[in-house]
Each structure stands twice: as C-alpha cells, then as structure tokens.
C-alpha cells in the first residue's frame, strides 16, 4: 500500500468531497497523489437499520447516518438553501459572508448548487412562487416580533441525496482521487509547526500506520469536533470556537405547517426573545418528513429530521434553536454542549428524550 501522498483530505463529508471535486476541477488532481480518508463507509454500502427495527441499534464501531462518504449528508433530505437575489444580507450559512462579503458568499453558493443540478439535483425550486402568499406569513410573523429571512430552496430528497451522492463519489474514483474507508485518523504527524502526514488505524482500532504527506485538510464535521479539539490543544493549534445551537426538534400534524410548507417549504424564522433576547430560530423543516436518530461518539443520542421525494409521513419536523457563543467563564462550548446532550439522554435512560406539548408543560419527561 502507498503511504505516500501529495495531499490528504481527512472525512468524506461535503467538506471533504468538494475539496476533492475542486482539486480535480482545478486539474491539480490529474498529476498529484491525493488521498482521501474516512472512518465510514461508502455511501452505497451506508445502512440505518432503523427503517426495519423501527428503533436505533446503535451501529459499530460507527453510525451509518454520521459516518461514510457524503457525512451526516447522507440521510439528509438535502435542503439547499439559495440565495435572495433581492435581499443585500445573507441569512443563513452561518459566518460564510463574515470572511468572503455578501455577493463573494452569494457565488460561491449558487456556483455549489450548479455542481449539485450537474449530478441530478431536482430542478424545481421551493419558495419562489406565490409572493403575495409569502408576504402574508412575513407580515404575521413581523407583528409577532419575528422575521422571516425568505430564502428559496431546493429540495434533493433523502433517497435521492444518497443517489447524487454515489455519482459524486465514482465522479471522484474515476478521476484520480484515493478513497479509503473504515479507516480512523487517529492522530497528526506535526514536527517543527509542519505537518508531515498522519497516524491511521482501522475502524475496529488495530493495524496502526502512519501516511506522509505535504498537505493535510481536515474535513471531519460534527463528528470529529472534539477530536480536533484534542489535536488544537496536543499541538498548540490557535483556534477559534464557533456558536453552539442548543434546542429542540419538534414533530407536529402538516395542516398546522400548511401554508408554510405550500408556499416556503421551510420557514426560517428568527427572534430575539425575551427575557434573555437570545437568537432563536427556527431551522432545518421537513414537511411531511421524518425525525432521525444520530449518534455520536460515547453513545451520545441526538436527533435530526429528512424527508424524501416520494415517502411521506403526515407530519412536519423542525428544530427550534437558541445560537450562543461561550467564551467567558470557559472556553470548551463543544464539552458545554455535549454534557447538555448526555444530561438530556441520562433522563431518557440512555436514549432521546421524547415530551409531548403537555409533557413539557406538566414537567412530566418520557423516554425516546
Ligand atoms: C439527518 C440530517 C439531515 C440534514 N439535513 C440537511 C439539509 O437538508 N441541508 C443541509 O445543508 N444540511 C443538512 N444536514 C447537515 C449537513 O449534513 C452537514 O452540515 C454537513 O454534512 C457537514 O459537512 P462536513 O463535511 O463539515 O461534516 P460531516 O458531514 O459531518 O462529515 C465529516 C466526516 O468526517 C468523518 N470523520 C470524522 N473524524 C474522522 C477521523 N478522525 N478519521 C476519519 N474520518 C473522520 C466522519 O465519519 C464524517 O463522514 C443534515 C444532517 C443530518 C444528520
């Protein structure tokens, strides 16, 4: 096996993918060795037995909707959210405009969603039509104390993200691009401030070996953030963290979501409410969708949402999200979230804590 390489992409997730596809489309990849590394699997062979048990069984030694080629992707409806051609502010994409200004981030957005029309993106775009209608929910939120940042989507639908995804990756086989699987990057090879390459093992923790290389980029999302957390503080890495989102993921009957799934498809509103005047928003909406299982690292049970193209459920999922930065008295917002999570499953016995409206106002909790 080469353990040799000119550049290495650590994660499969978008990050990771699309490094790679631009490093091809900038036709660095014809004559260079690049490598690719992801403790999961490839995206055809990704599975959640949660549609036949009807419960999660907690894969090992990773779960298949967090890990594999296309990351926490690759169960995700694939909402794309495009830019307001109208609007001077960017709503969404977290600090994207902070770095690159409002117009370089509205490019790079609508040049990603070429790529993804390129690999059978549905064509159809959310929230463009029925202004009049749109304009309605604007004005009922506004008198509420809430804006509504209108932006159009386009919605991939979970079984065809996985789909596109799978084009994706031959796309990246075909061209030059190494891709190994079920291999954990457990450590970096740093000597001197440069990095010199990195310590690899399976996925099971055996076969321990180092691969060289010039350049390594680290695309290892979510999943990965406390293990880069370890790696900043092992090598004096100076880093910033960003907001940590705290929240819920409410389920309720689509004819209460009616008019902003027909109209919108997902209703981004945001707030600052009293008494703190937090930011809460609402986020990720899947009409007529389904809520998912995530697991992390140490059995950590969080929950996300999807819906598909064709698969229907009755009821609309989002989340409701308070955004907070910790910086002051301590530096860890990641530990800060993750012991949020644990103390959430420690009263769920070890699972998702499920509360039904009156649950939560009778103080009374249920287990997921
Ligand atoms: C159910 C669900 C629905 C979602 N819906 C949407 C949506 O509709 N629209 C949207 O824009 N976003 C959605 N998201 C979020 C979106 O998937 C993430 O924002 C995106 O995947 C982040 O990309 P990333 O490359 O930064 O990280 P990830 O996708 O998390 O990828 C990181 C990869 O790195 C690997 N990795 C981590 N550490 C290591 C290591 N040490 N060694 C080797 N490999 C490692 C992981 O296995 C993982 O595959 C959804 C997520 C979920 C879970």
Same mark, same amino acid.
């Given at each position: ?16 993918? =699309?490094? /790679?596809?631009?490093?091809? !489309?900038?036709?660095?990849?014809? @004559? $260079?060795?690049?490598? *690719?590394?992801?403790?999961? +699997? ?76 390129? =690999?059978? /993106?549905?064509?159809?775009? !959310?929230?463009?039509?029925?202004? @009049? $209608?749109?304009?309605? *929910?604007?004005?009922?939120? +506004? ?90 503080? $092992? ?99 990641? $530990? ?33």
């Amino acid at each position: 096996m080469n353990n040799n390489y000119d550049l290495i992409i650590v994660g499969a997730g978008p990050s990771g993918v =699309f490094t /790679a596809y631009e490093l091809i !489309e900038l036709g660095i990849a014809k @004559d $260079k060795k690049i490598l *690719i590394i992801e403790q999961g +699997k490839a995206v055809d062979k990704r599975y959640c037995p949660v549609e036949k048990t009807g419960k999660c069984v907690k894969c090992k030694p990773y779960c298949n909707i967090t890990s594999g080629f296309s990351g926490s992707g690759a169960f995700s409806d694939g909402k794309l959210t495009l830019p307001n051609k109208d609007s001077d502010t960017i709503e969404v994409g977290g600090n994207l405009d902070k770095y690159l200004g409002v117009q370089e981030t509205k490019n790079l957005m609508f040049y990603t969603d070429e790529i993804y029309l390129k =690999f059978g /993106a549905d064509k159809s775009v !959310e929230g463009l039509e029925h202004l @009049d $209608k749109i304009k309605e *929910i604007a004005d009922r939120a +506004k008198e509420n104390g809430i804006t509504l940042a209108n932006c159009p989507i386009r919605h991939l639908g979970t079984e065809k993200s996985h789909e596109l995804y799978k084009k994706l990756q031959d796309y990246l086989l075909e061209n030059n691009i190494d891709i190994m699987f079920e291999t954990n990057v457990k450590d970096l090879i740093i000597k001197d401030n440069k990095v010199l390459g990195v310590i690899i093992e399976n996925s099971n923790g055996s076969d321990e070996m180092e691969i060289l290389s010039k350049y390594v980029v680290l695309g290892i999302g979510r999943k990965g953030a406390n293990w880069l957390s370890e790696m900043c503080a $092992k090598y004096s890495i100076k880093n910033h963290a960003g907001v940590v989102d705290v929240g819920v993921r409410y389920e309720l009957p689509d004819s209460i979501m009616k008019d902003i799934n027909e109209y919108l498809y997902e209703g981004k509103f945001i707030a600052h409410l009293p008494p703190y005047k937090d930011k809460v928003r609402t986020f990720c909406q899947n009409p007529s969708g389904f809520v998912a299982n995530e697991v992390y690292d140490n059995n950590l049970n969080l929950v996300n949402g999807h819906s598909y193209k064709d698969k229907k459920s009755t009821n609309t999922n989002l989340a409701i999200l308070a955004s907070h930065h910790f910086s002051d008295p301590f530096k860890e917002p990641i $530990k800060y979230g993750i012991n949020i999570g644990e103390n959430a499953n420690q009263l769920g016995k070890g699972n998702v804590l499920v509360q039904r409206l009156g649950d939560i106002l009778n103080r009374k909790a249920y287990m997921g």
